[in-house]
């Protein structure tokens, strides 16, 4: 590991300059610290946020939605408290999001900014993984690779399963940069929070250097709202999924009135399936409906040499995403 | 002794009491006209799995296993039942997760970690159930000894039971979902991941 100076702010105006050009922040480490110890990535400086006033807890209004604090762990978001009864979609995936060591030290703002878990990336080969202006993901094995959003070079998954719970109950994310202007607050919506990179060096972010992930902020659940989120994993023990699928529905008595399907583990962003959502809207909940959804969330798959199955497995995540939350079940797994 | 600080001992001290006590041990070659006391061949055993296969995940799920073990004469039967849980844990490992994967393009290792060398977890195992063969017949043919044998046949008795479950053969292990998949696509006809 790359030698590095330690910093622990109490103030968030601190942390943007203390960051620099080559600064890391610092929040669980649960990813962080593995990417350093291997290597991947070499920040000059740790700036540890975890002493900062404002960034952690969770609180509820029913006029302005749920506020997440960026500190808080996987742990409490797993709770069942009163502050997040409205949302059981994501208590269900934060609890299986993670072992349980992991999600006692994990953020929500570090599950937002996590790396992807591509072997070349984490071989050291960069996180496109071009070798002699091929990709190995490409060329080489594929098999957990990108099925959707892979027209470009970057074949990587993203690897969040909270964030396309977040995004399908339409979260938004604010970002905070002493040395932006004005409150140094930016917002946006978070499913433009992640970017396919095209060059290497690019995030799969946009989080500018100075700049922390300071809430996430989900809006009240509109009125008959069933939600869920249904990963596939190979082990029963914990698994990175290999296709995860959250929908939101907004029901008008049995009739979808409006729906979100986000995808997971398919695509180098978590992927905001809007054929999959027309497919529902206007039909009622059943095993066709639920498959048609399926069928049209991968309808512009593309997979790779390797990965012919994911297609599969996704058609799978959703068809049971569906199902399982017109029947009031918010979490599953295969 | 804790009450008596005079009768204490340090470890170190306890351990110097025993002093070099060489082991000394006397045997001959046994008689050929009789029945080995120790031997290396000649074990036997049979295992059963109960599966469940999602046919839309390709996801392969154990819900039991059943072995049953000779060794010759058990000398201890909890350790030698123990060994066998192992063999069973280790066999649904290799059966289900356990890959080395080298990347075809440059030959490095890709999953060099427990991340996507993926191992059997608790929630992995199912209900396992061991049955030493014991008395008439085993015993009087003296101590054989355990170690591999039945670590063997659980390969083939997953894949049998997933065969069973689904109706095709998937022919490579582990039998992940991939395979499992390509296989009940395929209907049969061998799978080429």
Redesign the interface.
């Known amino acids: 590991m790359q030698q590095f100076e330690y910093a622990t702010p109490t103030k968030k105006e601190q942390i943007a300059v203390l960051l620099g050009d080559n600064g890391s922040v610092l929040a669980g480490g649960t990813d962080l610290l593995a990417l350093m110890k291997d290597d991947i990535v070499t920040p000059n400086r740790l700036v540890n946020i975890k002493q900062v006033d404002g960034l952690r807890g969770i609180s509820y209004q029913s006029s302005t939605g749920l506020r997440i604090g960026a500190l808080t762990t996987l742990a409490e978001l797993s709770e069942s408290t009163k502050d997040l009864s409205a949302y059981p979609v994501l208590t269900e995936a934060a609890r299986e999001a993670a072992s349980p060591q992991i999600r006692n030290l994990a953020t929500v703002g570090g599950n937002m900014c996590q790396r992807p878990?591509d072997?070349?990336f984490r071989?050291g080969?960069g996180l496109l993984a071009m070798?002699d202006g091929k990709s190995?993901l490409r060329?080489?094995?594929n098999?957990?690779a990108a099925i959707l959003g892979n027209d470009g070079t970057a074949l990587f998954v993203s690897p969040s399963t909270i964030a396309p719970v977040l995004i399908a109950l339409g979260a938004k994310i604010r970002l905070y940069s002493a040395k932006a202007s004005g409150s140094g607050v930016r917002e946006l919506a978070l499913e433009k929070f992640f970017v396919i990179p095209t060059q290497e060096g690019q995030r799969e972010h946009d989080l500018k250097p100075d700049e922390i992930v300071s809430e996430i902020i989900v809006p009240p659940p509109t009125k008959n709202l069933k939600a869920s989120s249904y990963e596939?994993?190979?082990?029963?023990?914990?698994?990175?999924p290999?296709a995860h699928a959250a929908v939101a529905l907004e029901m008008d008595g049995n009739t979808v009135k409006s729906a979100r399907v986000v995808l997971g583990h398919v695509a180098p962003v978590p992927w905001v399936s809007d054929e999959a959502a027309a497919a529902l809207v206007g039909k009622p909940v059943n095993n066709d409906t639920a498959m048609a959804a399926a069928n049209a969330a991968v309808a512009n798959a593309k997979p790779l040499s390797?990965?012919k199955?994911k297609v599969?497995?996704t058609?799978?995540a959703v068809?049971r995403a569906v199902l399982n939350a017109a029947a009031g079940r918010a979490g599953g797994v295969? | 002794m804790k009450s008596d600080a005079s009768r204490s001992l340090s470890w170190k001290e306890a351990c110097a009491k025993i002093g070099a006590v060489p082991l000394s041990v006397t045997g001959k070659n046994p008689d050929k006209d009789e029945p080995p006391d120790l031997t290396n061949s000649g074990v036997g055993g049979v295992q059963m799995a109960d599966v469940s296969v999602d046919v839309e995940t390709g996801i392969v799920r154990i819900n039991k296993m059943v072995a049953v073990q000779d060794c010759g004469l058990v000398v201890d039967v909890k350790t030698a039942e123990s060994q066998v849980m192992g063999a069973l844990i280790m066999g649904i490992s290799y059966s289900l997760y356990e890959e080395k994967i080298l990347d075809p393009v440059t030959g490095i290792v890709l999953n060099p970690n427990l991340e996507f060398y993926r191992l059997a977890g608790l929630n992995d195992i199912g209900e396992l159930k061991v049955h030493m063969m014991t008395g008439k017949g085993y015993d009087e043919r003296g101590v054989i000894g355990l170690a591999e044998p039945p670590v063997v046949s659980p390969g083939a008795a997953i894949s049998n039971a997933v065969a069973n479950a689904i109706g095709v053969r998937v022919p490579f292990l582990p039998l992940t979902p991939d395979r499992v998949l390509a296989a009940l696509e395929e209907g049969g006809a061998h799978a080429t991941v």
Not at chain 1, 235 to 240: G, L, S
């Open positions: 878990r072997w070349y071989n080969m070798k190995l060329e080489g094995d098999r957990y596939v994993r190979q082990r029963a023990a914990f698994d990175w290999l390797r990965n199955y599969t497995l058609k799978a068809k295969s």
